[in-house]
Nanobody, 122 residues
Framework: QVQLVESGGDLVQAGGSLRLSCAAS????????MAWYRQAPGKQRELVAEITSSSSTNYGDSVKGRITISRDNPKNTVYLQMNSLKPEDTAVYYCKAVLRVSRGQIVARDYWGQGTQVTVSS
């Protein structure tokens, strides 16, 4: 009923930029936090950035100063602008939305996208 679809992943050279998008669709009453996580081969999934419905943001230590998260609430879409990319940014990037599907749902649930591959060559 709820789908999160990421786009924008690509192969890019070190120092380059990418903009990822994630659109949530389906039966959605409200979205609280939207976030980006990433998982590199052999590593645990880690938080890249998150943004609340009032646009408060939080960033992972490894990306501070290089990455900006933003959202378009009417479009249920979150963006991740990544600059000065490094080879260590190579990973599958996943979008997460914490949302309610109805007014009667008291506790919001996590929904995840399928991921988009970002590869940074040196």
């Amino acid at each position: 009923q709820v789908q999160l679809v990421e786009s924008g992943g690509d192969l890019v050279q070190a120092g380059g930029s990418l903009r990822l998008s994630c659109a949530a669709s389906g039966t959605i009453f409200s979205i609280n936090t939207m976030a980006w996580y990433r998982q590199a081969p052999g590593k645990q999934r880690e938080l890249v950035a998150e943004i609340t419905s009032s646009s408060s943001t939080n960033y992972g230590d490894s990306v501070k100063g290089r990455i900006t998260i933003s959202r378009d609430n009417p479009k249920n879409t979150v963006y991740l602008q990544m600059n000065s990319l490094k080879p260590e940014d190579t990973a599958v990037y996943y979008c997460k939305a914490v949302l309610r599907v109805s007014r009667g749902q008291i506790v919001a649930r996590d929904y995840w996208g399928q991921g988009t591959q970002v590869t940074v060559s040196s």
